[in-house]
């Protein structure tokens, strides 16, 4: 341990069960010294274990819906009270798509869901940022963190209206990041990492197949959620004050690539049992 978090104290959304990015950045930051509060939906704590999170950093739970001004507005101002005062950093870990849950192709998308996914996935983070701005609730070189993917920026295939949230979002730090970084010194970024086997993305259709492909076209291979934790202590630290409104990939490599060596022989093997080409839309 590096202590880089020593005195520092932070808000985290999204942990629900072990396999959640935001538990695994819950427990490094803990670990690094910060102070924490823990957040989700009353929805989600009643079925997850973030309890069990929460006496393993000791930290409390303070339920809010992201989407929800009056909700942040209390959780903001529970956690500074925790606190006696402003704090260092934010996680936002929020997303979800009823489209992508219910096999909806892009085309074919169910406008009211698009909302939602618009609302909770890519709106909350602008929500949380305005809140916290409102009520001056984060140091001067604070640091706040959104999760965001590569589907942001390539077509891939199922990621559905999610990538449309995930543009949002990013957009969102840029906007947002100008403001509070000439106003408040404070950095927002977002981190774009590899396909990671969580509650969420174990529900999502092919992640199999996605992970070995992105794993074998980075030349470092996927990131785990362990190494996803280690990179966001480095952005909530004093280490990297100068770097704001970026999406950061966090991905071994693979937004970088064309094709590797690895994917173009598993490629050329599956010409000599080829695809039929309606499986091929």
Not at 195 to 212: E, N, R, W
Request: aromatic share 10%; with cysteine; proline share 2%.
């Amino acid at each position: 341990m590096y202590n880089l978090l020593k005195g520092k104290k932070g808000l985290i959304f999204g942990a629900l069960n072990d396999k959640s990015l935001a538990w695994k950045v819950a427990e490094r930051a803990f670990e690094e010294g910060a102070e924490l509060v823990l957040t989700n939906t009353p929805v989600s704590l009643r079925f997850g274990t973030i309890d069990e999170l929460a006496a393993k950093t000791n930290s409390i739970v303070v339920p809010a819906d992201a989407t929800n001004e009056k909700d942040l507005e209390q959780l903001i101002q529970k956690t500074m009270e925790h606190f006696g005062g402003k704090f260092d950093f934010i996680l936002h870990s929020v997303a979800m798509s009823m489209n992508v849950r219910k096999g909806l192709k892009y085309d074919e998308v169910n406008y009211a869901y698009l909302q939602k996914t618009i609302d909770i996935s890519a709106v909350s983070f602008h929500k949380v940022l305005q809140t916290a701005k409102k009520l001056d609730a984060i140091n001067e070189w604070g640091s706040v963190i959104a999760l965001s993917y590569v589907a942001a920026q390539r077509t891939l295939y199922g990621y559905n209206d999610m990538a449309d949230a995930k543009a949002m979002l990013e957009s969102i730090a840029r906007s947002f990041g100008y403001i509070y970084g000439r106003e408040k010194k404070i950095r927002v970024n977002t981190i774009s990492q590899s396909p990671t086997l969580t509650t969420a993305g174990s529900g999502v259709k092919g992640i199999d197949g996605l992970m070995d492909f992105t794993d074998r076209m980075s030349p470092l291979g996927n990131a785990s959620a362990d190494e996803f934790a280690d990179y966001c202590i480095t952005l909530f630290s004093d280490l990297t004050k100068k770097v704001t409104m970026q999406n950061l990939f966090h991905d071994g490599g693979f937004s970088s690539m064309g094709m590797s060596l690895r994917a173009m022989n598993q490629y050329n093997q599956s010409l000599d049992n080829p695809i039929p080409a309606e499986d091929l839309i």
